[in-house]
């Protein structure tokens, strides 16, 4: 793992710290990374592409960028690269801009960015996720790698799915074999029952205080960093959250109909305080294990989240992680229960500005950034 883009640096020691400017593409979690921007005194900086994206941000002044890029496609942006480091810009990547880029585009966009690129690599990839996050802790639903051996609910993942779009459930080899699409490249996960929680951590390696992440393996007894949890939301998925309403999944196929996880919003959600201690477990290894992934690596930076299932037996299996700022972390713009207790209204996209700005006042930016 690379540590940081090799100019980083150089473009760096160009950039005026008193003229930072917060760039994100107006998608995905931008209101409230633009909102925290400006909180932490940042100039903003909106990219989108055609004019109509701008107008809904002035339904939201208070996350209004100070200043526009428009381009034609999003793929200009790897042009525009000189242009952004001269006026100062930080991008915070999100989703939408790795997907609308591509991960291979991405790590070589020429502009300083907030957290760890190289760590797409490693969240890009199902088996890859799997030897991290277990090396970290973590207990994942079982694989099952011969679909004649499916003997009980198991989910079916495509490889390269958004949103949970085009998932299947299936019961027996049967079910299976009637919809999967073997054209396409996908996983047969265990389908574990429980309820669903996707904690919205923050890793800050330059906080010395708060709960430190103990290091493990090369790092072994050392303090890495502070954890921080920002706030827990839970997916609304159409049509699988509202099947339960025409029946057994029997009646539900006789209409011709199969569940879906395709993620229309999110809600807010609060933890079993009992469970908050493993819930931190779990956010403690996936960073731990990040600084171990390979040599020199740098590991986790800044937001992250951990999807999981609770059972019944109220045991965690994580099925995801995100390695950058989720979606779900909305339903926290204003500060979720969490946040607030240690600042009022403390959203992520404030808790990177305020990173970012800490970072510029110890002068190790390039601790953070990639
Ligand atoms: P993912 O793309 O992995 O985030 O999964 C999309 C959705 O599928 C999740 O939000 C869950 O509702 C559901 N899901 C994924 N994996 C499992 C699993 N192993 N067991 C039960 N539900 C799952």
């Not at 008193?18 to 940042?42: D, K, N, P």
């Not at 025409?246 to 209409?255: A, T, V």
């Not at 800490?358 to 990639?370: G, M, R, T, V």
């Given at each position: 793992m690379a540590t940081t883009h090799p100019h980083l640096p150089d473009w760096l020691a160009a950039y005026?710290?008193?003229?930072?400017?917060?760039?994100?593409?107006?998608?995905?979690?931008?209101?409230?990374?633009?909102?925290?921007?400006?909180?932490?005194?940042?100039?903003?900086?909106?990219?989108?592409?055609?004019?109509?994206r701008k107008k809904m941000y002035k339904a939201f002044p208070g996350a209004e960028p100070d200043e526009w890029m428009i381009l034609d496609n999003y793929l200009e942006l790897l042009n525009k690269a000189e242009e952004l480091r001269k006026r100062n810009v930080i991008i915070i990547p999100h989703g939408s801009?790795?997907?609308?880029?591509?991960?291979?585009?991405?790590?070589?966009?020429?502009?300083?960015?907030f957290g760890n690129r190289q760590i797409l690599k490693w969240e890009g990839s199902r088996e890859l996720q799997r030897q991290w996050l277990e090396s970290g802790g973590c207990t994942m639903p079982k694989v099952i790698e011969d679909p004649h051996e499916?003997?009980?609910?198991?989910?079916?993942?495509?490889?390269?799915?958004?949103?949970?779009?085009?998932?299947?459930?299936?019961?027996?080899?049967?079910?299976?074999?009637r919809n999967v699409d073997l054209e396409e490249e996908f996983t047969i996960q265990e389908y574990v029952l429980g309820t669903r929680y996707y904690f919205q951590f923050f890793f800050d390696p330059i906080?010395?205080?708060?709960?430190?992440?103990?290091?493990?393996?090369?790092?072994?007894?050392?303090?890495?960093?502070?954890?921080?949890?920002?706030?827990?939301?839970?997916?609304d998925e159409a049509n699988v959250d509202e099947f339960y309403k025409?029946?057994?999944?029997?009646?539900?196929?006789?209409?011709?109909?199969?569940?879906?996880?395709v993620v229309t919003g999110n809600t807010p959600a609060v933890l079993r305080e009992s469970l908050l201690p493993e819930a931190f477990r779990l956010g403690e290894g996936a960073v731990a294990a990040s600084l171990e992934l390979e040599e020199d690596a740098?590991?986790?930076?800044?937001?992250?989240?951990?999807?999981?299932?609770?059972?019944?037996?109220?045991e965690f299996r994580v099925f995801e992680i995100s390695a950058r700022i989720v979606a779900g972390s909305n339903v926290a713009i204003g500060g979720s229960p969490y946040s607030n207790i240690n600042e009022p209204g403390l959203s992520t996209g404030q808790r990177i500005a305020r990173c970012i700005r800490?970072?510029?006042?110890?002068?190790?930016?390039?601790?953070?950034?990639?």
């Open positions: 005026n710290p008193a003229e930072i400017t917060i760039g994100v593409i107006a998608s995905h979690s931008s209101l409230q990374i633009l909102h925290g921007a400006r909180q932490e005194g940042f100039r903003t900086l909106g990219i989108c592409v055609g004019k109509d801009l790795v997907e609308y880029l591509s991960p291979a585009n991405f790590i070589t966009l020429e502009v300083p960015t499916i003997n009980g609910p198991v989910i079916i993942k495509y490889a390269g799915a958004k949103g949970g779009r085009g998932y299947f459930i299936a019961r027996n080899f049967r079910d299976f074999r906080a010395e205080d708060g709960y430190q992440v103990e290091g493990m393996g090369s790092r072994e007894g050392q303090n890495c960093g502070r954890l921080e949890l920002m706030s827990i939301d839970r997916r025409l029946g057994s999944l029997r009646d539900i196929r006789d209409m011709g109909l199969e569940p879906s996880f740098r590991g986790m930076i800044g937001p992250f989240c951990l999807e999981t299932l609770v059972t019944d037996k109220l800490k970072a510029i006042d110890k002068d190790c930016l390039s601790d953070i950034l990639s």
